[in-house]
């Protein structure tokens, strides 16, 4: 079988108050594969995924998988099964590489925190030793 993945991202604009916030424009890419590169594609489209989970305001990727030049729906009835199969397969193993991408982002972003809470506490204690080796030499003067 061969694929084709297109990924289609349109262009827009992102507006407050009738003041033009920001502004993008579309973006295609297109990956090609055979037999030996399902894995591949689904790879691709699970970062492609990802990249959508992780956009707050600007527009998503649209997919469109074609097998054998044809979407699943575009197949006649005798095709029909293989490709819609191998559709959902493709699919399936996408979205497993973007939960495995979102979990090893979240991974980073809690070590992240914890980097910084560790700082932050390492900071807030050198203050606290500061103040107090302060406040103790100006009551003992006293």
Known sequence: MKYILVCY???GEDTCRGCLM???SSDFEIFKGNDNDATHIAEVLGEKMFENAQRDRAPEW???LFINGLEPYDCGDENWADIDN???NIFSKAELVCKQKKEEHEKKELAK???QFTEFSKQQEEHDRAELAR???QY???
Do not use: M
Request: charged share 35%; proline share 5%.
């Open 113 to 115: 925190a914890k980097k």
């Open 62 to 64: 649209d997919f469109t």
């Open 22 to 24: 920001e502004s993008w």
């Open 140 to 142: 003992e003067q006293v």
């Open 135 to 137: 406040l103790k030499a």
């Open 86 to 88: 191998t559709h959902n």
């Open 9 to 11: 991202k349109p262009s």
